[in-house]
């Protein structure tokens, strides 16, 4: 596995749960990184300063990904600063409510794609020439879901189906850019405690209910994600691309 250290990271979604988690651990791993965020400046200014007392570059700026001229900004802003892209992760996405098939409206279903796929777009088409110029090969990292994997929850149908298509976008990129010596992976959690997304559209008895049919008997937290990402984003030369990460404790065995 190779070295993470001075490596160049932009982040998406970093102000909270899985991508906070994930952020501080490539701090700690020696990363210089630049954090996207959409709310929560407060937490993205706390990260910035905790990556400045380890002695690595960090900043961070606002962007509605789903808008192209407003993520080019971001990600060129990433680029300068950083003097390039090493590892990009794909981080932010949303089930944004929870909507019966017979409740979708066409504006709920382009605001969940759009969340979940065209920020994607937005982000990796934005940061392609940085990733290209990587000396020794990029690392691209997609959260997906296990919602995408097996179907989610009812009320998650329009989630489900994005995060399906995330997984195979990772596939298809994967095999898109490995000429340029880019590698895509993607990581598909279950039940991650400790979040937004489970902190509003996950209730305390249905996680109860959830973690017992869990082999592992427990939930998982925001760290369990991030460490897989960091062992993903760390094989920037490696031979692993196209690849799904399952991390759900033995729920879901493919």
């Not at 898109?176 to 996950?202: C, K, M, Q, Y």
Request: charged share 20%; with cysteine.
């Amino acid at each position: 596995m190779g070295s993470l250290k001075g490596k160049k990271v932009f982040i998406t979604g970093a102000e909270q749960g899985i991508g906070r988690a994930t952020a501080e651990r490539l701090i700690a791993a020696g990363c210089d990184i630049f954090i996207h965020h959409h709310s929560g400046e407060e937490a993205a200014r706390a990260l910035v300063e905790q990556a400045r007392t380890k002695g690595v570059k960090a900043a961070w700026q606002y962007a509605d990904l789903t808008q192209q001229a407003e993520t080019q900004a971001c990600v060129n802003a990433a680029g300068e600063y950083l003097g390039g892209i090493d590892i990009l992760i794909n981080n932010v996405g949303g089930i944004v409510a929870r909507k019966w098939l017979g409740e979708i409206e066409a504006d709920f279903w382009h605001k969940v794609w759009d969340v979940n796929l065209t920020t994607m777009l937005n982000v990796t088409q934005s940061a392609l020439p940085f990733l290209k110029m990587a000396p020794t090969g990029a690392s691209i990292v997609n959260l997906a879901s296990q919602a995408g994997r097996a179907g989610g929850h009812s009320g998650s149908l329009v989630y489900s189906t994005a995060k399906g298509a995330v997984l195979t976008w990772s596939r298809s990129l994967a095999a898109e850019l490995g000429e340029f010596g880019i590698r895509v992976n993607a990581v598909a959690p279950g039940l991650i405690l400790g979040t937004r997304f489970h902190d509003r559209h996950t209730t305390k008895a249905s996680a109860e209910e959830t973690v017992q049919t869990i082999p592992l008997r427990r939930a998982g937290s925001p760290d369990d994600v991030a460490r897989a990402i960091g062992f993903l984003a760390a094989e920037y030369d490696g031979f692993i691309s196209g690849a799904t990460i399952d991390i759900n404790g033995g729920v879901y065995r493919m």
